[in-house]
């Protein structure tokens, strides 16, 4: 399928604002880190609201973990899918279409190049049978 040059820098176009928006939001996230990080180690922070927050950090990430493990079970089952309902089909019509041509090559060369091969070597030997017998003198 051919692709016009207007859908290609559409797409390309899309993929940068998806990762400018993930990097932006990335930063977002890291800055909000660091100032929680610094909020807590004020000397007047008490240890259990440390413990609490990194329990929450704990939680959040395990909830990042979770959807990365989704996503990837997701496209595991997208590639299955692909391979079963598009490659498959293609590697049988392909092996078929060796087969076939395994098989024509083979009859070529049995009622074709055989036979031409046998004639071209009588006539070889014939010439040289003609030369030897006509005795001519250069």
Not at 6 to 18: C, M, P
Not at 57 to 77: D, N, R
Request: aromatic share 6%; net charge positive.
């Amino acid at each position: 399928m051919i692709v016009s040059e207007q859908e290609s820098t559409s797409d390309l176009k899309k993929q940068r604002t998806f990762i400018v928006v993930i990097v932006l939001v990335g930063i977002l996230i890291l800055t909000g880190i660091v100032f929680a990080v610094i909020g807590l180690l004020q000397p007047d922070t008490p240890t259990s609201r440390i413990r609490d927050i990194f329990i929450i950090f704990m939680a959040f990430e395990s909830l990042l973990i979770g959807a990365a493990l989704v996503i990837l079970v997701i496209q595991i089952a997208s590639l299955i899918n692909l391979i079963q309902n598009e490659v498959k089909p293609i590697l049988k019509s392909t092996t078929e279409t060796v087969n076939t041509l395994r098989g024509t090559t083979a009859f070529l060369s049995e009622n074709m190049v055989g036979p031409v091969i046998k004639l071209n070597s009588y006539l070889a030997g014939f010439k040289k049978l003609t030369n030897l017998v006509n005795f001519k003198k250069k």
